[in-house]
């Protein structure tokens, strides 16, 4: 019912419904769910129909071009705008079932920038997250307080906790936004580039802690750019190639440089090295 | 943490006995000085004669006028800093004050009376607000520029409009036109309703004060931490726009003090949204007090204008405190 879509919306093409049915945590109820979702923004149609499944235990990575939908079709899968076709269900409800608090303890975003505009300290920032675990008239208590410095630590910043925000760079910035993401709690999360502006042992430190929240029974959905840790993190791929069409599947199915050079509009190849994917632009 | 509750306690009851104090020297300071027992027996007990006469029906009300409207111009700059994530926003800015000006200098310029003005005032400053809102409204996004530009120019028109009616105007009506706009108590007799809306305000926008935390991490983050974003801004809006009107109906447009009372409160408190409210409505109450009451004695029996006094006392200690906070304490 998409019209215009690309020649890459083969119906037979693998869905990760289909991708997963025989992978881990199969059997478990899934966190995430997308029914015959197409998105459109104007008049321009971001992504065809397509259905996914996430579970328990699993990583899906989003890859396209610049432009192509990843933090629209993220958001949607947030909750946070309606598909123009096709439906979202969290925890097999649809997001209308649910009410805002109790969807906010279940699903958690980062989003790909942080505005700020006051100053405001370290620790009241990750508290901020759990601001749904709290009653009208709550105030963060003991446990609240834990919370985030666990969370602060996790990312390496135990010890800032009184910091000014506004005099955080970019990198340590964004890794208080995620430990403000790991003190919400959330079941699912949401990560719009969480590799944004950090260096490269802390993408690597940042991937591998989503990687093992993956691993105790959490759903993670990312916007990557970076093909490699694509590769090294993802267990399903959904790749947009900002003409409409997608291709969702298992990693491996997905990640071949055929599809991405024409995805990314420029040529790509792939290396392997000590075990290790690498993907090389000509 | 319980610590958090007692402090917001603590700066709650330092700023209350402040206000009081701030009040004190309202009604005793003046032509008729007036010692502090006799004070308390005008005020609760049934002392007779003229300082009795002069406490209860021209200092009190006028104390209580600056009061209120203090409060609610710190009140409803604070809430417009969060509603525009922008920390230059003032209560002014959305062109309430100036929708307001117009309708009282055109009753003004009529010769009307002056509850007529005030009628005016009040009925110019809803105008601008249904104005700004329906445009900025118009395609039912409702994003904080388009709402903060439809403002500016909604003000800059009445502004303009504000001229030529100051330009056309006989030189016996241009004085107290002149002070309306920068501000003057001297007519404010009858302030106990805009307590009403300050203390109903207040109690309607303290259940969403961790709402505003949220809020000012951005729109989007507050949407996925399951704020309701549209609900709130409506909120936030019309509390601060229905606070303004009030105030500038009362007490004209005093400058300075919904600027940058919040931010001086948040220079000591912090920006945690459940403190911040209720301490910039006393700061802001007791800044006009403090300085109407020094409006109305220095130079007595000459009364300047209050919005030239919260300037002259705001600026300095502004300055000061902006001077020992390092870079970026107020925002980008």
Not at chain 2, 78 to 89: E, F
Not at chain 2, 124 to 140: E, K, N, R, S, W
Request: charged share 15%; net charge neutral; aromatic share 6%.
């Amino acid at each position: 019912m998409i019209h215009g879509a690309s020649p890459q919306s083969d119906p037979a093409q693998p869905r990760l419904a289909d991708a997963q049915a025989s992978g881990a945590g199969g059997a478990d109820e899934p966190l995430l769910e997308a029914d015959g979702l197409a998105l459109r923004v104007g008049e321009r149609w971001l992504c065809c129909e397509f259905s996914l499944r996430l579970g328990p235990g699993e990583c899906l990575v989003l890859l396209g071009p610049n432009g192509a939908g990843k933090t629209t079709l993220l958001h949607t899968l947030a909750g946070l705008r309606a598909p123009t076709v096709g439906a979202v269900r969290l925890a097999g409800k649809p997001y209308a079932q649910w009410e805002a608090g109790e969807a906010a303890r279940f699903r958690g975003l980062l989003g790909q920038q942080q505005p700020d505009h006051f100053s405001s300290t370290v620790l009241e920032t990750v508290l901020v997250g759990r601001h749904p675990h709290l009653g009208r008239w709550g105030w963060e208590g003991a446990e609240d307080h834990a919370a985030a410095r666990a969370a602060l630590a996790a990312v390496g910043l135990a010890g800032m906790e009184a910091r000014d925000i506004l005099t955080l760079s970019g990198g340590e910035r964004q890794r208080v936004a995620i430990a403000a993401l790991l003190a919400q709690a959330p079941r699912l999360f949401l990560l719009d580039e969480p590799t944004n502006h950090l260096d490269l042992r802390y993408q690597i430190a940042v991937l591998e802690l989503f990687a093992r929240l993956a691993r105790e029974g959490h759903g993670v959905v990312m916007v990557l750019h970076d093909l490699a840790l694509a590769a090294r993190f993802a267990d399903h791929v959904i790749l947009l190639d900002g003409r409409g069409g997608v291709t969702a599947g298992a990693r491996d199915a997905v990640l071949r440089p055929e599809l991405l050079s024409r995805a990314f509009d420029h040529p790509i190849r792939r290396i392997e090295a000590d075990g290790n994917v690498l993907f090389m632009p000509e | 943490m319980m610590t958090d509750r007692r402090r917001l306690l603590g700066i709650v009851i330092g700023l209350l006995c402040i206000s009081l104090l701030a009040i004190a020297w309202a009604l005793s300071a003046g032509n008729v000085p007036v010692s502090p027992a006799k004070l308390v027996g005008a005020l609760f007990g049934s002392a007779e004669g003229m300082e009795a006469d002069v406490i209860r029906h021209l200092r009190l009300p006028r104390a209580v006028a600056v009061f209120v409207s203090g409060g609610l111009l710190a009140t409803a700059g604070a809430l417009m800093q969060v509603l525009l994530r922008n920390p230059l926003a003032d209560p002014y800015v959305l062109g309430i004050s100036g929708g307001a000006a117009v309708g009282a200098l055109a009753a003004m310029l009529a010769g009307l009376a002056p509850w007529l003005v005030d009628g005016a005032a009040f009925a110019g400053a809803l105008t601008a607000m249904l104005v700004v809102f329906g445009l900025a409204h118009g395609d039912g996004s409702w994003t904080q520029t388009r709402l903060l530009l439809t403002g500016v120019i909604v003000a800059a028109g009445c502004g303009a409009v504000i001229t030529l009616m100051l330009a056309l105007a006989p030189d016996t009506r241009l004085q107290s036109m002149l002070f309306w706009l920068m501000g003057d108590a001297s007519g404010a007799s009858r302030p106990w309703p805009a307590l009403a809306v300050l203390i109903a305000g207040f109690a309607l926008v303290m259940p969403f004060a961790r709402d505003l935390n949220v809020l000012a991490r951005g729109e989007l983050a507050a949407r996925a931490l399951g704020v309701r974003v549209e609900r709130l801004r409506y909120l936030l809006y019309g509390l601060a726009s229905l606070f303004t009107a009030v105030s500038v109906t009362l007490v004209g447009s005093v400058g300075f003090v919904g600027l940058v009372v919040p931010h001086l409160v948040r220079f000591v408190v912090g920006n945690d949204q459940r403190v911040l409210v209720p301490a910039a409505l006393l700061a802001g109450g007791t800044l006009l007090t403090v300085a109407d009451t020094a409006a109305r004695t220095v130079m007595a029996p000459v009364q300047l204008p209050v919005g030239v006094l919260t300037a002259m006392i705001g600026v300095p200690v502004f300055l000061f405190l902006l001077s020992r906070h390092p870079r970026g304490t107020m925002g980008a």
